[in-house]
């Protein structure tokens, strides 16, 4: 490895142009594009590990006089500080692919040749209502601003819901519409949590439909997350889940409901016909089977029906033992 500046610089160029990132050619770039071509470089496309200083500016002294140190070393000097050579996750904006982290890469394998990164991900940009965001265009703001008035979760789901290589479009209209969404998974979450509260266990299996959906939201999820992070699908394969969840909390509600209706037609009490059937079941226990069916009766007679199973009894609304007896005379 090259000892001197220039030297290094040179080492430098050969492996930034490699393109690994920008997949640019050394024939792609053009000298005084971007910066006035510098004649102390070896080759107009190297970059400087270390800037002259000017009147004026912070400097420290080193061995090619007052300066400091170039842009792209800043990072690799930090992420090496702090992270190491090898670490799993480099981000920052599209316009750092090309030069900043492709010289990044150059310069720390340069410096360690075990140096490596697992992933570069590099986010779209984010406009405000169509336009760029901009602090002179004072459509600027920031993340503590946005959170003052929506949820924290709200601003998340908002921007996964765009690939994060994709451009982005900020409003508080698409703030707003996150935010109900949010809003619906999380109520659907609740009315899950107080259906299952109200019936301690679930007496029977779930259905093979249920076992399927549960199987494919699994695989969708883990399938689109696998791709590139790819979680707008992520997001649209749990549509179809929460659509079954309400489906299945209304008819619940309805069952509910119907419940209800049968015991106050009845004239009796939940806790009451519970007693009935706890009396029953002892009646059982104790081979009182004139009494047991005595109890079953009774309760047939204003509309409520008995089911029994190894998990225990059960009960439903039935049509009345007298209405349906009129209803067969007639």
């Known amino acids: 490895m090259p000892t001197d500046l220039k030297g290094m610089c040179i080492f430098l160029l050969t492996n930034s142009l490699l393109g690994r990132l920008s997949g640019r050619k050394l024939e792609d770039n053009r000298s005084g594009e971007r910066v006035a071509v510098d004649s102390r470089r070896i080759n107009p496309a190297d970059f400087a590990l270390w800037k002259s200083s000017k009147d004026g500016e912070p400097y420290w002294e080193s061995p090619w006089g007052p300066g400091r140190p170039g842009w792209h070393i800043e990072c690799s000097a930090m992420s090496s500080t702090y992270l190491g050579y090898m670490f799993d996750i480099h981000g920052g904006g599209m316009d750092l692919v090309f030069p900043h982290h492709e010289n990044e890469i150059a310069q720390s394998c340069a410096a360690c040749s075990k140096s490596s990164i697992a992933y570069s991900v590099h986010n779209g940009f984010v406009t405000v209502n169509e336009e760029k965001m901009s602090k002179s265009l004072k459509n600027f703001f920031t993340i503590r601003e946005v959170l003052e008035l929506y949820h924290p979760l709200a601003l998340r789901f908002f921007l996964i819901g765009t690939h ?147 998990d225990g009894t059960s009960w439903r609304p039935t049509v009345p033992q007298s209405v349906e007896e009129h209803a067969n005379v007639t």
């Open 164 to 310: 994060y290589r994709s451009p982005i479009n900020y409003s508080t209209a698409h703030l707003d519409v996150a935010s109900d969404r949010l809003y619906y998974i999380y109520q659907s979450l609740l009315d899950c949590e107080e259906a299952l509260h109200q019936q301690a266990r679930l007496s029977d299996s779930l259905p093979p439909e249920t076992l399927q959906c549960i199987d494919k939201l699994h695989l969708d999820f883990e399938s689109s997350m696998s791709d590139d992070l790819h979680t707008p699908v992520a997001l649209a394969s749990i549509s179809e889940p929460l659509r079954i969840i309400n489906e299945l909390l209304h008819t619940k509600k309805i069952l509910q409901e119907l419940r209800e209706k049968a015991l106050k037609r009845a004239e009796i009490t939940e806790d009451e016909l519970l007693q009935k059937i706890e009396e029953r079941t002892s009646a059982r226990k104790n081979k009182q089977y004139e009494r047991s069916d005595e109890i079953r009766k009774e309760l047939s007679t204003i509309g409520i029906a008995l089911m029994d199973s190894p």
